[in-house]
């Protein structure tokens, strides 16, 4: 092998690995950090809940991320030196069942808010706690955004 094949070799494995790390800390964000957190929230439907579009729309691009993942470890795991030109059947199919679920929860990241609006739920007025529900206005007065917790329902 030449110098620049053992180059270019080392390119592609090089991106493939970086790319499987973002991937993979961009998952481990959404899974262990705030996403899941407010998703939580909206679930348990205790007296607050905090909803940030962001954390849905960052949630319903978890398929895409895996897809990056799998599509990373195919280039890693490779033989010869260029990558794959084709697609296999079940990347294309799991790239548009990926796609098609993003763009729902896109869609619902987007209406959750008008739901939020017709529930018992209303907004806090004070502007450093918009992104906080609650079912009384006077619950507003005892959020800390830095040390608020979910409640749990008994």
Sequence with gaps: MNRETILEWLLYRGAAVVMIAIMSATLYFIFC?????????????????????????????????????????????MRGIKPPTTQTFIGSIYGAFGLIVS????????????????????????????NYYVTDLELCKTIEPRNWKIEKKQ
């Design 103 to 130: 763009i729902v929860c896109l869609i619902i990241a987007f209406l959750i808010p008008i739901g939020l609006a017709f529930s018992p739920y209303s907004n806090c007025p004070q502007e450093k706690l918009g």
């Design 33 to 77: 950090s705030v996403p899941m957190y407010d998703l939580h929230s909206l679930y348990v439907h205790g007296n607050i809940i905090v909803y940030h579009t962001k954390a849905v729309a960052g949630s319903a691009g978890t398929p895409i991320y895996i897809y990056f993942i799998l599509i990373s470890l195919r280039v890693l795991f």
